[in-house]
């Protein structure tokens, strides 16, 4: 590391431990390097990396810088517990192994930065009470929405506010998927491979395409925005590998953009959660979030709507978020773990419960009184239609009907859609995605 010229004498060097040196680590690597002489100067103290733990020791790593080639172990037990580092870095991914990683390092004192948001959103509660017990910090900025500064926001920024609403693009992968499917003409497969060789997408990448990702970080979000302890179970998720690109094209002809939205909104009778392809107005700032941009809106009581975009995945976007928490460490910032705003525990608002109006899509075979069996099926449901389209057709054969209905509970949704399914003029499944109109 070079010495900074700024950096007091009288500091001594922040030792940290990087566990992981793939995408996100190999990168936190290359920025504490280049980017020396600034983070040294702004830590106030010269960052030294004492140890870089990989799962395989013998694989080539070119880009690794030779000066770390010395560094490297395959031992994360030894490496939490060096007395000469400070502070570990967890980079590995996964669930199991992060979680002792992290847990053995907050036992031996020493702070952690990690961008591992399944672990958090799994093990949240254990993880910050672990940190609290120990009177360290568990910084995780990477883990939401790369590097757009959406944890310190909440954190700090809006700390006397009242976040009433937080919704957005926060999957990389997905975002990247529809926009090539869109504007490419990419096929879905051949999209997802470019996010996986762009290190984008998750070692597991159902975890991106089904929506898992972006359940998990919202619910770091809502943890933050409304103190409230959730879990996957209380998220309705789905996401994009099901996806049909004409389905875009409808929802164009009404004036809409199609995107996985991940929301987290407080209601009168609880926080509602929520992650799905979602319709928003095309006119909407977040319509032209494209490709891995993520955008996050955040609606509070005091400072109205915020709008938040930066690149959410990949290498350097990643580690420019962890290195900042590192600095913030150096530092003393290091904000102690949240459990809450201080308040009793938000209630949870059951997935059918939430309301929303909604776009359907539904094959049908072009006969007298379709139509009206549909409306019936709604109506018996208390939804209402606000608009259709349906294309020319020849009578008697398969024709796109498009609706867009007025709010309604997720669970008369798919009541209703149950209904429709079950007539014998319907073809198929009925598509349906919720409509988002921003305030
Ligand atoms: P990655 O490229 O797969 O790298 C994982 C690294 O961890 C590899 O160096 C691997 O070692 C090491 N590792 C895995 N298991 C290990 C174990 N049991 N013991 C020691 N080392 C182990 O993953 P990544 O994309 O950098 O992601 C890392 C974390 O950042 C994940 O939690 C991910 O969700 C999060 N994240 C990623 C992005 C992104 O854009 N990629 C953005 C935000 C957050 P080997 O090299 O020997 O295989
Ligand atoms: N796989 C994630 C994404 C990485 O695509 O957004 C960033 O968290």
Redesign the pocket.
Known sequence: MLTSFFAPASQPPLGIVI???????GSVLDVLRENAQTISARSGRNIVVRAV????IE?ARTRLHPDMAGLLT?D?QAAVQRPDAEVLLE????ES?AKECIQAALTAGKSVVT????LLATCGDVIFDAAHAAGKPVAYE??VA?CIPIIKTLREALAGDTVHEVAGIIN?TSNYILTAMEKDGVTFADALEATQKM??A??DPSLDIDGGDAAHKILLIARLAFGAHATMNDVPVVGVRDFKLRDIRYAAQFGFCVKLLAQAVRRDNGIELSVQPTLVPCTHPIASVDGAMNAILVRSAYAGETLYYGAG???FP?AAAVVADVIDIARGNGALAQHGNGTPLPSLIPADDCSAPHFLRLRVLDMPGVLANIASALAQQNISIEAIHQNESAPGQEVDIIMLVHEASRGKIFSGIKQIENQSTTVGAVVTMPIKRFL
Request: charge should be positive.
């Open positions: 566990v992981g040196a793939g995408t996100v680590g733990v990989v799962r395989n694989k395959d994360w980079l590995m991914g996964g192994t961008a591992n948001k399944a990477a883990a790369g990389g290190g984008y998750e070692s995945a990949g290498a990643t």
